[in-house]
């Protein structure tokens, strides 16, 4: 069982920055493939980033590319999402997630799941 807790979110204006962190339970993080999702008011859950556990490859929305950044220390069972250049079409609640094998672009493959945090854009 693994459990995760999101914080980070919060207000910013267009052209800002944020990072969010999702720290994990239990002592197989390493083995993890983590991904960020985001979902907005009325729209499906999407998927934003995603890191492997064990090949430092990196994966993005194509509406994500270049401005966030994904990255994991797990030592700290922390996965981290950087958020730059933000827009008010980034306005969301930011989910991070984790499966036990490979990574994937798809919220039906992940099992665990955080609450979420909200991540605000003011234009």
């Known amino acids: 069982q693994v459990q995760l807790v999101e914080s980070g979110g919060g207000l910013v204006q267009a052209g800002g920055s944020l990072r969010l962190s999702c720290v994990a339970s239990?002592?197989?993080?390493?083995?993890?493939?983590m991904g960020w999702f985001r979902q907005a008011p009325g729209k499906e859950r999407e998927f934003v980033a995603a890191?492997?556990?064990?090949?430092?490859?990196?994966y993005y929305a194509d509406s994500v590319k270049g401005r966030f950044t994904i990255s994991r220390d797990n030592a700290k069972n922390t996965v981290y999402l950087q958020m730059n250049s933000l827009k008010p079409e980034d306005t969301a609640v930011y989910y991070c997630a984790a499966r036990p094998a490979s990574y994937s672009r798809s919220l039906y493959e992940y099992d665990y799941w955080g609450q979420g945090t909200q991540v605000t854009v003011s234009s």
């Open positions: 890191i492997p556990w064990n090949d430092g490859n990196t």
């Open positions: 239990g002592r197989t993080f390493s083995t993890y493939a």
